[in-house]
């Protein structure tokens, strides 16, 4: 049986965006330069060592 009641729609509502959920998208794009810049200053060290 259909009701006659107005019934709320929880999709209106506005979630606070978790962070780990904002930062996601441009993982592919990150990780690669963050990589290279470690791999870089790594080899700084190495050589400044040796």
């Not at 606070?16 to 791999?39: K, R, S, T, W």
Request: charged residues 10%.
């Amino acid at each position: 049986m259909s009701s006659t009641e107005v019934r709320h729609s929880h999709g209106d509502e506005t979630q606070p965006q978790d962070g780990v959920e904002a930062v996601v998208p441009v993982m592919p794009i990150v990780l690669p330069i963050v990589g290279g810049v470690l791999m870089f200053l790594l080899a700084f060290i190495a050589i400044y060592m040796a």
